[in-house]
């Protein structure tokens, strides 16, 4: 058993010809930039060692020198590229593919780094496992800006406009930001910004007024429905877009939107708890509809907010190691809760849905999820590039084996046509979901 808290965050024409002739003095890896060199030995490595699945050395090799033929393609150039061998010296094939590498680069008179990254991905899809793959500096800035958002300066509040009023209102607003601050809540209506009024504006040029450079200030008109206007002048702050959303509703009811599990979401989730116990919630919605997951351990934390020393997942790495990882913790609340999953309900938000229908700390319901039951490690390389490879293979805690197979809901609610996460009339498994938790609580 492993406690959670020991846990370790972790065109047809004639194109020329250029022939690779590694017969000749090799050419030195340490030729290339040196980041980049290492970017192809760490792949190479992890790949062949860590992967879930057991890797052939001949097979990335084989690969490698493909993505380097391939690269060399797009440029309207033919490579002809001899076998690289994989001889059992890792050293040695990482050397082969480096030197192929920077002579193909030369050769075809492109960039070392691009033809580096070419033999990288191919040998990250040689593995045949559609969870494992390269990024690009670019592309993992994209992966982790899905996870965990860039701070933008702006008042923290999310913003929509009303269909028969035209009139654009706060429909969130940011726990602890400048708007919260200023006691702006749902529902309240921005009649104009900085002397230009708003109503019948696109949301997204409202948006733009709002944000600005941090430690400037913008100047307000609000209305709140059935109450007084107001005037404000907030000072702009950075603010971090939320991957959890809460609010209250009616039967002293919490909900709990968890859209990823990003490194930032634990913290979401415990502003939002201590918030909903605040306003004296009785129990509990959870949502994780259409999360796809995210960090592992970003999961375990929330889950373990309701669960002690018990189980929360089983994880089976290479060659049979497993791994029980139980919650260490006194829960946090141990309020009636109601978890709400459908199809894209994937990966780490499966290991959540799982371990608290296993413990019988909630129940499920909407349709079965996705079936994600693996899990993949993102190791950073030198120059900013990262690799994705899957490490291993998770059962819930009764060891049920979810892969492929998804998780069955406790009580099956289709999605309704039309819906609208999250609002009551709009939405028939939420109804569903505060009709088990009314019966618990006993409200009627």
């Known amino acids: 058993m492993m406690k959670l808290s020991h846990l370790v965050r972790r065109a047809v024409a004639l194109i020329p010809v250029f022939a690779l002739a590694l017969a000749s003095p090799p050419l030195r890896a340490e030729e290339l930039p040196p980041a980049v060199a290492a970017d192809v030995s760490d792949s190479f490595h992890l790949l062949s060692t860590k992967s879930y699945k057991h ?24 490579l ?49 496992d559609k969870y494992t793959q390269f990024f690009t500096p670019e592309e993992l800035k994209a992966f982790d800006d899905a996870l965990d958002p860039e701070r933008i300066s702006g008042i923290g509040v999310i913003i929509a406009q009303d269909a028969q009023t035209q009139e654009i209102e706060a429909s969130y607003v940011l726990p602890g930001a400048p708007a919260d601050n200023a006691g702006i809540h749902v529902g309240d209506v921005f009649t104009s910004i900085d002397g230009t009024p708003t109503k019948g504006l696109a949301v997204e040029a409202v948006s733009k007024m709002l944000r600005g450079k941090a430690g400037s200030t913008v100047h307000l008109d609000m209305a709140r429905p059935g109450g007084t206007n107001r005037t ?27 859209a990823a599990f990003g490194r930032a979401t634990p913290d979401q989730f415990d502003v939002a708890l201590s918030r909903l116990k605040q306003q004296g919630a ?47 913790n006194d829960p946090t609340t141990t309020l009636p809760m109601t978890i709400l999953v459908n199809q894209f309900t994937a990966s780490a938000s499966e290991i959540t849905a799982g371990a608290l ?10 349709t079965k999820t996705y ?25 819930t805690p009764n060891n049920h084996d979810i892969n492929l197979r998804g998780i069955d809901p406790d009580v099956r609610v289709d999605e309704n046509r039309d819906a609208r996460f999250g609002e009551i009339d709009k939405d028939a498994q939420l109804r569903a979901a505060i009709a088990v938790l009314e019966k618990k609580i006993g409200n009627p």
């Open 55 to 78: 890797v052939d050395p001949q097979t990335l090799a084989d690969a490698a020198r493909q993505g380097i033929v391939d690269e060399a393609r797009k440029s309207g150039s033919k």
């Open 80 to 128: 002809d590229v001899p076998a690289l061998p994989a001889n059992g010296d890792e050293a040695a094939t990482v050397q082969h593919i480096n030197n192929a590498v920077l002579a193909a680069a030369q050769a075809a008179k492109g960039s070392p780094t691009e033809y580096a990254y070419a033999a990288i991905d191919a040998m990250a899809r040689s593995v045949d």
């Open 232 to 258: 404000l002048a907030l000072v702009r702050s950075e603010v971090q877009p939320p991957t959890v959303l809460f609010k209250m509703l009616p039967q002293d009811i919490g909900y709990i939107n968890v």
């Open 282 to 328: 009785k129990a509990l919605v959870i949502d994780l509809r259409n999360d796809g997951g995210g960090y592992v351990d970003s999961a375990l934390n929330i889950t373990s907010r309701f669960v002690a020393n018990r189980p929360l997942v089983t994880v089976e790495e290479r060659d049979s190691k497993v791994t029980t990882i139980e919650a260490d």
């Open 357 to 366: 229908q296993d413990d019988g700390i909630g129940v499920l319901i909407g």
């Open 371 to 395: 079936g994600k039951g693996v899990m993949q490690t993102l190791t950073p390389l030198p120059d900013g590039a990262a690799i994705k490879i899957t490490t291993a293979h998770y059962l």
